[in-house]
């Protein structure tokens, strides 16, 4: 199938991939690499000994095995909990079905902080569970509570992956021939039967992309662990970071970097291998032609249950947020959306929270640029050839997701200290480490759609008289477009979203919306925490507006990540 | 031609930036690096640059101690001229990189020779702050709860399962605590602080992360949403309270800070060696110790002013404590100790 | 053994199938034919359970399939483009429903290796599917039906994606295949060729509506319907009165003795249908044309004849001097050519 896609030469592939390769390279590993050096080779010669007894220590198999355990875990909940939501987002019809999508990739953008904040709502002491559980039985009745516990950890992983395994599984399930199952069905397989032996196995390289994307998020969740974990939850990136940020240990952080970074590498190569030996080549539908709404009374209860419970899952933690942000001392009212406006010196922000709107769309726009363009020309190159460069630009670009954000962050210090280098207190390296974060989304979502070219709309074009060039313009550029327009609303929505990174990098006094949210959360008040929740509620508007914007742009095409 | 025209939008924008960079680099510029929680009002950083004819950057770098290892990691190309926030817990790592100017301000004529802890003057204390047990006024009243008045009590029965504290690993108050228990329990293996924190243990101490959870999620007083009536926080946690509160002019607090088993954080500003400018550095020193910004303190950062010669505002002396025995711990004794005492801590109440 | 009874459905809100009542018995080859959007696919889909009715019932062996989901009502259906299983060679295609109905290890493989056998694809079970061209995807695609031995085989235009020559050459195999299983086929299609070449039985479906019934033979001989007529191939189709004088027909008027005894017409408005191999060359013929075209066919030349004033007139002339194109010639029908159509007005117009 490969033989009609237009040969990109090495000169051009080569070309084409060194702006992304400098981008990465100077902003990623080479800080990386960096601060690694500090931490393996104090004195200038590297000490690969101390590295090993660090990882032989009891502590890092300890961390090493809860965090494998954790992402393990969250993944298998998350694929569990998402195939059957993905399924009626596959399959079938129903009413406002495009803006029910879109709001299932909010909470994917959100915060830890923000999130954070409604799972302790949802799962303290005072939850609504609790509320009514007390309203009904009285004071005494055991209160439900998950907070500070792996429960509450796994509950946050499933709820901020749940959209990875809707868009991905569900988007190639959308493009199965629905006939393949019908005539599974006919030959007397049962449906559990049908799904295991047919379904399944098409969807499988989709299942393990989601997996694998899922797994990295979760192995290398920082802020979920910190804010619901216990206090003895520690995972690898928990470890790094106080290795590195309270602790200043850089023999040991090192250790545990390049443990986590070779593991990432593994997984995403691994992926990258199954994926290839799974693919097949069938007959994709366009997802338009295999849904429908649902028809006996059995299968829109169906649809009903498993609607109504994953956006019920969903949907809370948000609404919880809008809850909070109404309370006022006596019921409900907008003061707090009024503080957004306002100046008020208790909140020890350097300016009104509304001017952080201003602040974050405006890193957001520099960030899509930026990864925008490079994204494109990395997706170029791996979408159009295959072999080394391809692979190693597609797991060069995926790793900054697999690496702690304070290790980028204090390489980025001991690094990029040379003027006209000196970015460390610049505000362009807000909107540079948001692209390293949203450069792989962009990436994933150009790629499938250069893969997904029909070649014989290639082949019509050259019948016409199309020279190569003339086909490259008029066939695959603007299909790319497209392509590149829905990776940029990913970019801008990670961009909003990002926290971890921003947090870590010195700044002066402008802030993005999740920091403003932070920093509110962190002073004392009723009021501020209404405010930093008000916030919370712009940050979800203003990403489920991108993203709704994402999804009109992408039609029925492949789907990104 | 679609490469030529985004490398073109691309230089125009790196431009554009770094020309807007370059426009606000002209004017004469200090970098302040402080922490995240550093706040000061508007007024007295204009009245320092309207003094000095010099614009004041402000860098936060993350919590105390990410700022503090961060100014270690770039001791050799400094981010910022002067350094606010480094507190008696990482003192002595930052003296041990020797990553400060020696600087003596006038003005530590009105500050108390125990804030002063390093002899040779290259920090200058700015602020105390004390953590201190907060309790929900509500639960002991009335013939409830027996209110606990010292660290001892903590370990009664009759106090069994009402105290939240925060871990010492991932929070700041949450290690002055533990500093506290060390500080005054001293080491003995039968009497010493890990004696008292196997006694806390059994009697259903909760351990949450951060300050943020200890006080909103679990404790009961105040904003908290908990349902434990004590917690660790800080001496000025109750005047908080009310300026926050519904009714900034209440007469009285919900929640009460005990005058017993408090740990003295000292803040102190430093001059970073490689400054440019270590006249106007050392200006700022003097203008963080003026009467003018010591007096400001308070309400900015719920902490107590370094000079004594400077009056509280009304609602700390309404309703935060000075706490009449202090307790704190040599510097050198912390760096020396803290990452053993973390561990045994963990060992003794987590596992 | 089927039995349909008033059956309806519909399809995003549009009527698809009418009231159909279907009768079959075992053994035999039922043709389901009719134009695309006709319903014929909506049909095997209902009965297969793929599709709910909006109404009416399916019985099959005495059993009511309501309520039956697809994989236990015994049926097999075979897709228009196959849709063989991508990720599972030409061997585990075939044996996919022999599993599904727990055979086991060897029985699977003799079946398969006996259904490769018997559709002509002896030894191809390690292929895979992507490999295969259309006949032989056509032909795994019908082993894979055969397999689990369905009371009710159904084939939705079987010859869909086919090159011409096997388009001819499959038809026969089939049957032949299908007699020596003794199988019940339902077999769709819109080819009126293949319908009348391989059926032992056809019915028509018009817009969901079951327009004629019977064998090939009576289909042809007496089409039920102007439609029909138009449906099956008659290509000299036009509205007439027929008196007792004669037939009366735009492209003239016929003596009595033209018009087949066996029509169903009766004297007033009908449909008319000249059939080709009747009209002969007859310079005194009561119909006068203009020869606007010829082609050629091998055994016959097809003339196109203009009338003045009527539908174009498909002859089929085996004379050895035929005449020129633009050269007026007479025809005359040869007694029992025209068969008349009862009430023309009253019966579904075609397309």
Redesign the interface.
């Known amino acids: 199938m490969d033989r009609h896609r237009p040969a990109l030469t090495s000169p051009w592939a080569l070309l084409l991939a060194v702006p992304p390769l400098a981008f990465l390279g100077l902003f990623f590993v080479w800080p990386v690499v960096n601060i690694l050096a500090l931490g393996i080779a104090p004195e200038g010669r590297p000490a690969p000994a101390s590295v090993i007894e660090t990882w032989l220590e009891p502590f890092v198999l300890d961390t090493l095995l809860f965090t494998l355990a954790l992402a393990g875990l969250s993944t298998l909940l998350t694929l569990l909990l998402g195939l059957p939501a993905a399924w009626v987002f596959a399959r079938f019809e129903f009413p406002a079905k495009r803006v029910l999508r879109a709001l299932t990739v909010v909470p994917f953008v959100l915060p830890t902080v923000v999130v954070g904040s409604a799972f302790l709502a949802l799962l303290g002491p005072r939850s609504p569970i609790n509320a009514i559980a007390e309203a009904l039985f009285g004071a005494d009745v055991p209160q439900v509570r998950l907070d500070g516990s792996v429960a509450a950890i796994l509950v946050a992983h499933v709820f901020y992956n749940l959209a990875v395994i809707i868009r991905l599984v569900g988007g190639m399930w959308a493009h199965l021939d629905p006939r393949t199952e019908e005539a599974a069905r006919m030959l007397g397989a049962t449906p559990w039967r049908t799904f295991r032996e047919v379904t399944w196995p098409l969807l499988r390289p989709a299942v393990i992309s989601a997996v694998s994307i899922v797994f990295l998020f979760t192995v290398t969740s920082f802020g979920v662990v910190l804010l619901l974990g216990g206090p003895r939850d520690t995972t690898l990136e928990v470890e790094i970071y106080r290795q590195t940020a309270i602790l200043l240990d850089l023999p040991t952080a090192a250790a545990l970097t390049i443990l986590q970074m070779a593991g990432v590498l593994v997984v995403l190569l691994a992926s990258a291998r199954a994926q290839e030996r799974l693919a097949l080549q069938q007959r994709l539908r366009a997802s338009a032609e295999t849904a429908r709404p649902p028809r006996s009374g059995r299968e829109r209860a169906l649809v009903a249950i498993i609607l109504g419970a994953t956006l019920a899952f969903m949907l809370t933690p948000l609404l919880i947020l809008v809850e909070r942000s109404l309370a006022a001392p006596a019921g409900y009212g907008l003061a707090a959306y009024a503080a957004l406006l306002g100046d008020d010196p208790r909140m020890r922000l350097a300016a009104a929270p509304w001017q952080s709107v201003v602040d974050s769309l405006t890193y957001a726009a520099a960030a899509t640029l930026i990864a925008g363009t490079l994204g494109l020309l990395a997706a170029v190159v791996v979408g159009y050839r295959r072999g080394w460069l391809a692979r190693g630009l597609d797991a060069l670009i995926m790793l900054p997701l697999g690496t702690s954000a304070v290790i980028v962050g204090f390489g980025f210090l001991v690094s990029l200290d040379t003027p006209p280098l000196d970015l460390r207190t610049s505000v362009l390296l807000i909107p540079i480490a948001h692209a390293l974060i949203a450069l792989p989304f962009v990436m994933r979502a150009v790629v499938p759609v250069i893969r997904a070219m029909d070649d014989r709309l290639r082949e019509a074009a050259a019948m016409l008289g199309a020279s190569p060039a003339r086909t490259w313009r008029e066939i695959d550029a603007p299909i790319l477009a497209r392509g590149a327009l829905v990776g940029a609303g990913f970019a801008f929505a990670v961009s909003l979203g990002e926290f971890g990174a921003t947090l870590f990098i010195a700044r002066p006094d402008s802030v993005t919306i999740p920091v403003a949210i932070f920093r509110l959360l962190g002073q004392p008040g009723a009021a501020n925490f209404a405010t930093a929740m008000a916030l919370a509620v712009v940050l979800m508007v203003l990403t489920a507006t991108a993203v709704l914007l994402i999804e009109r742009l992408r039609g029925g095409g492949p789907q990104p990540f | 031609m679609?490469?030529a025209r985004?490398t073109a939008?691309?230089l125009v924008?790196a431009g554009l930036?770094l020309a807007a960079?370059s426009v606000a680099a002209q004017e004469r510029t200090l970098?302040l690096?402080t922490h995240?929680?550093f706040?000061l009002?508007d007024s007295v950083i204009e009245s320092f640059e309207a003094a000095n004819d010099v614009e004041l950057?402000?860098?936060?770098?993350?919590?105390a101690?990410?700022m503090?290892?961060?100014a270690?990691?770039?001791a050799?190309?400094p981010?910022?001229d002067v350094l606010f926030g480094i507190d008696n817990t990482f003192l002595s790592?930052a003296l041990a990189a020797d990553i400060f100017e020696p600087y003596r301000s006038p003005a530590l004529a009105f500050v108390p020779a125990e804030l002063q802890l390093d002899p040779d003057g290259r920090v200058t204390p700015i602020d105390v702050g004390h953590v201190c047990l907060n309790l929900d006024r509500s639960a002991f009243e009335e013939g409830g709860l027996p209110a606990p008045t010292s660290l001892e009590d903590l370990a009664d029965p009759a106090l069994a399962g009402q105290l939240v504290v925060q871990?010492p690993?991932?929070s700041s108050p949450g290690l002055a605590f533990l500093l506290a228990t060390v500080a005054y329990f001293g080491e003995d293996p039968e009497t010493g602080w890990r004696a008292y924190w196997a006694d806390l243990r059994e009697n259903d101490v909760t351990?949450?992360?951060?300050w943020?959870?200890a006080?909103?999620?679990?404790f009961s007083g105040g904003?908290g949403?908990?349902?434990l009536p004590i917690v660790v926080s800080y001496a000025s946690?109750p005047a908080?309270?009310v300026?926050?509160?519904?009714d900034p002019a209440a007469d009285e607090s919900a929640t009460l800070a005990v005058d017993a088993g408090c740990f003295r954080q000292v803040e102190f500003a430093g001059i970073l060696r490689g400054t440019e400018e270590p006249e106007l550095a050392a200006a700022l020193i003097d203008h963080l110790l003026s009467a003018e910004v010591q007096a400001e303190l308070p309400l900015a950062m719920?902490v107590y002013p370094a000079r004594s010669d400077v009056a509280l505002p009304e609602a700390f002396e309404l309703h935060a404590l000075v706490p009449s025995a202090p307790l704190s711990l040599d510097p050198a004794t912390i760096d020396a100790g803290r990452?053993t005492w973390i561990r045994e801590w963990?060992d003794i109440v987590?596992? | 053994m089927l039995r349909i009874e008033h059956l309806s459905a519909a399809y995003a809100g549009e009527d698809v199938l009418r009231d159909v009542d279907l009768q079959m018995p075992e053994g035999g080859l039922l043709c389901v034919l009719g134009p695309s959007g006709g319903g014929k696919s909506t049909l095997l889909r209902v009965i297969a359970g793929l599709e709910p009715p909006r109404a009416g019932s399916v019985w099959l062996a005495g059993r009511d399939l309501a309520g039956v989901p697809p994989h236990e009502r015994d049926v097999g259906l075979m897709f228009q483009d196959y849709v063989l299983f991508p990720h599972r060679d030409v061997g585990e295609n075939v044996a996919f429903g022999l599993r599904m109905h727990g055979q086991r290890g060897v029985a699977i493989r003799r079946r398969v290796a006996e259904l490769l056998e018997l559709v002509g694809l002896p030894g191809a079970e390690r292929r895979p599917v992507s490999q295969l061209s259309g006949g032989e995807q056509q032909r795994v695609a019908l082993a894979r039906a055969l397999a689990p031995r369905p009371r009710l085989l159904m084939l939705d235009e079987p010859m869909g994606s086919l090159d011409r020559a096997l388009r001819e050459r499959l038809p026969d195999e089939l049957q032949a295949i299908f007699r020596e299983l003794g199988l019940s086929v339902i077999y769709v299609t819109h080819d009126q060729d293949e319908a009348l070449s391989v059926a032992d039985r056809v019915v028509l479906l018009d817009r969901g509506r079951l327009v004629a019934d019977g064998t090939p033979e009576q289909l042809w001989t007496r089409p039920p319907s102007e439609w029909a007529a138009r449906f099956l191939g008659f290509r000299n189709v036009a509205p007439g009165q027929l008196g007792e004088e004669g037939l009366r027909t735009p492209w003239g008027d016929l003596p009595a003795s033209a018009v087949d005894p066996a029509s169903s017409g009766a004297a007033g408005a009908v449909a008319v249908v000249l059939r080709a191999p009747t009209l002969v060359g007859d310079p005194a013929g009561p119909i006068r044309g203009r020869v606007a075209a010829r082609r050629f066919r091998g055994d016959h030349v097809l003339l196109l004849v203009d009338v003045h004033g009527a539908p174009t007139l498909h002859v089929e002339a085996r004379e050895a001097d035929l005449p020129a194109v633009g050269e007026e010639i007479g025809l005359a029908v040869q007694p029992g050519g025209a068969y008349v159509i009862r009430d023309a007005s009253a019966l579904p117009s075609g397309t």
């Open positions: 679609l490469r985004i939008a691309m924008t930036l960079a970098t690096m995240d929680s706040y009002p950057r402000l860098l936060p770098a993350g919590d101690g990410s503090v290892n961060q270690i990691l770039t050799d190309r981010l910022a790592r871990n690993a991932t351990v949450a992360t951060g943020e959870e006080y909103y999620g679990h904003a949403e908990g349902d946690s908080a309270e300026l926050f509160g519904e719920y990452e963990t987590l596992r």
